[in-house]
């Protein structure tokens, strides 16, 4: 959105999911990119790649390959959906910042909607829910290590993993599934595996 406004001459708005960046802090310094670039998939960077080639050729319009060129631009308005509270420099952001807080949407829901899962959760008596968040998700040796460890317990586990990973023959207390609303299933659970990655920081929060 910032290079096509910036060609057409129009004013544009940046949305924040996470977090924005000043002269002075950035959550793309040098080792925070190279750790986000390893953990990409490369159809995630394939994606990116067939944008930049339709940019130029329909468009005439150059977009970086650099992630801080891709994700550390600002605009005159910006909304930042977390808490300021939550920036570690959030006091350093000027009046065209707004930190709306992060937008729920179906991550609200107080019901599982997926009957296998709501049928596992109901049936559960010492439930652990093991997600990794949208970033680090693509760790199996991780979830196999998680299934050695809870395959012969009295624990039932739902893990959040990526489709092409959700493998099959699990044991009968472990569910692999791509998404659940984690604020119907937090207060069923008696442990939460995370990396504590903000949205799901935000979503214990409420």
Known sequence: G??????????????FPSYPS???????????????????????MQVISEIQ???????????PAEMPMLFGVSEPTNIVF?????HPVGDQFGAG???????????????????TVRDFVSKSKSLILISLGTVFNTWPQFFEQC??????SDHQAVMVVPPARIRKNLPENILAVPFVEQMAVLPRCKVFVTRSEEHTSELQSH
């Open 2 to 15: 910032h290079f096509v406004a910036r060609k057409l001459d129009i004013p544009a708005t940046k949305l």
């Open 22 to 44: 000043t002269q002075q802090w950035s959550v793309m310094r040098p080792q925070t990119a190279a750790a986000v670039s390893f953990n990409m998939a490369p159809p995630d």
């Open 53 to 63: 080639q339709r940019a130029k050729r329909e468009f005439d319009i150059t977009i």
């Open 82 to 86: 977390m808490p300021r509270k939550f």
């Open 97 to 115: 910042y707004h930190f709306v807080g992060p937008a729920m949407g179906h991550a609200r829901a107080e019901t599982i909607s997926d009957k």
């Open 147 to 152: 299934i050695d460890a809870l395959s012969q």
